[in-house]
Structures are given as structure tokens and as C-alpha cells.
């Protein structure tokens, strides 16, 4: 099999409930890690049936709030929570006053605690009403617009994974390995080149502009938290990563087009 098609069939079974093709994983060990760059296609294959639906919906005559929420709630089906998952432990981690062990050991646990249900009802009710926002002036630009904030918000998780160490050395991120500087970079390329290119008909330059302005502020900001309270990353907080971004390209997209 091709080298890149393996490394986005591997990546595709990983980051969703995509089938994994046993041909995909043979000669390895194969680290996910090395597979980052396969992030933004991968944001782009499970973005695709969503944004179908969210067309079919409006064209059946639905509200603009309940076909994109059809339409997240498809995307979440098809990744099986893994990002929410992220965001949720990431926030009862780090919110509070916890130190280092504490946020990680509390992050390690599987029950979920108030600042996590409140990031994630936040995040799910924003990406709801943005994606709905842009619907009511298009439901093409819509799609689109869920395309590019899925694509690009994986784009910079492969950057986070390769830019910061690992804070906990027997987490799964750390066991799936670190992508190298280079392959972080070739996620955020790929992811970026795919957000403008499906920001460009919904918000125009502008919209794009601001999309990439909001997102690499929020990204920036992020990394220092990161950096400070845990030293690094983990697999939760690559996560929470990309529901940050997504949420962040999704406002600057929704501003533009309005």
C-alpha cells in the first residue's frame, strides 16, 4: 500500500469509527504520531457526511439551529466523542487551583466533573449556534465553513502534539510517540491550506483573515497553559485542542460572513 494512503487509512481509524484496514498497519510498529499530517484529511473525510446532512436538512426546510446540530451530532457520532472526550477531562484538569500531579491524575479519571460538563455543553452550544449563524445567510457556506474549522482545527493538533513534550510519560499520547517538528508543520500547512480554501466562500479574505487571527491566538494562549500548569501535553489535552480551535475558526468565519 502507499506509504501517505496507509498513513491516512491509520490516522482515519484512529481519530474516528472508521473501520481499520489490517493492510494499513502491516510492517509496523506504526506511532500515530507519525501519521499527524494525515490530521487535516482526516478532519475533512468525517467533516464530509455532516455536511451533507446539514445541506439536506435546510433543503428539507429545517431551522438553521437544528440542522446544525444534526449535522455536529453526526460529526460526534463518526469520532466517537474523542475530542469532547479531551476537552471535558482537560477542563476539570485545569480549572481550579490543582497542581501538576493533581490536574493529571484528575484528568487520568474517567467521571466527569462540573467544569467539564460546563466546557463541554459551552463548546457544543457554540459550535452549534456559529455553524447555525453562517446556515442563515447560506447552508453552502455553512458546510463548507464545518469543513474548514474540522480540517484546520486538526491541522494545529498535530502542530501542539510535536511542539510541546509529553506531561505524563505512561499517558497515550506519549505511547503513541511525537511527531518531529517537521511533520507538526506539514499539519498545520495542510490544515491551513484547507481552511482557506473552504473559509474563502463562506467569509471571503477577510473572514479567513480573522478566522486565522482568532484561532492562532487561541492556539497561542493554550500552549502557554499548557506549558505552564502541566509542562507539556497529553492525549486529553490535544483534544480539548482541537475543540478550541474549531470553536475559534467557526466565530471568526461566522463574523465574516455577516
Given at each position: 500500500m502507499i506509504q501517505p494512503v496507509a498513513?491516512?487509512?491509520?490516522?482515519?481509524?484512529?481519530?474516528?469509527?472508521?473501520p481499520a484496514l489490517p493492510e494499513a498497519f502491516r510492517g509496523g510498529p506504526h506511532p500515530l504520531a507519525a501519521d499527524a499530517p494525515a490530521f487535516p484529511v482526516v478532519g475533512l473525510i468525517v467533516g464530509l457526511l455532516p455536511a451533507l446532512l446539514l445541506l439536506l436538512a435546510m433543503a428539507a426546510g429545517l431551522a438553521p439551529?437544528?440542522?446544525?446540530l444534526l449535522a455536529l451530532a453526526l460529526m460526534v457520532a463518526s469520532t466517537g466523542a474523542l475530542h469532547e472526550d479531551g476537552l471535558g477531562d482537560t477542563a476539570d484538569g485545569l480549572f481550579g487551583h490543582a497542581g501538576k500531579d493533581r490536574a493529571l491524575a484528575i484528568m487520568k479519571d474517567s467521571r466527569?466533573?462540573?467544569?467539564?460538563?460546563?466546557?463541554?455543553?459551552?463548546?457544543?452550544?457554540?459550535?452549534?449556534?456559529?455553524?447555525?449563524?453562517?446556515?442563515?445567510?447560506?447552508?453552502?457556506?455553512?458546510?463548507?465553513?464545518?469543513?474548514?474549522?474540522?480540517s484546520a482545527s486538526r491541522g494545529g493538533m498535530g502542530l501542539l502534539w510535536s511542539s510541546l513534550p509529553s506531561a505524563?510519560?505512561?499517558?497515550?499520547?506519549?505511547?503513541?510517540?511525537?511527531?518531529?517538528?517537521?511533520?507538526?508543520l506539514w499539519s498545520l500547512a495542510l490544515g491551513t491550506a484547507s481552511g482557506v480554501l473552504l473559509g474563502l466562500p463562506t467569509a471571503g479574505f477577510g473572514g479567513v483573515a480573522l478566522a486565522a487571527a482568532i484561532s492562532a491566538g487561541v492556539y497561542l494562549w493554550f500552549r502557554s497553559v499548557l506549558r505552564?500548569?502541566?509542562?507539556?501535553?497529553?492525549?486529553?489535552?490535544?483534544g480539548a485542542c482541537q475543540q478550541l480551535?474549531?470553536?475559534?475558526?467557526?466565530?471568526?468565519?461566522?463574523?465574516?460572513?455577516?
Open positions: 498513513s491516512l487509512l491509520r490516522a482515519l481509524s484512529f481519530l474516528s469509527r472508521f439551529f437544528i440542522a446544525a466527569i466533573g462540573t467544569y467539564g460538563l460546563l466546557a463541554l455543553a459551552f463548546a457544543l452550544l457554540l459550535r452549534i449556534a456559529l455553524l447555525a449563524e453562517v446556515a442563515t445567510a447560506s447552508p453552502l457556506a455553512a458546510a463548507c465553513a464545518l469543513l474548514a474549522a474540522a505524563r510519560p505512561d499517558g497515550i499520547a506519549d505511547s503513541l510517540g511525537r511527531p518531529t517538528r517537521r511533520q507538526g505552564r500548569r502541566l509542562g507539556g501535553q497529553t492525549g486529553d489535552t490535544l480551535l474549531d470553536i475559534a475558526i467557526l466565530l471568526g468565519l461566522a463574523l465574516g460572513s455577516g
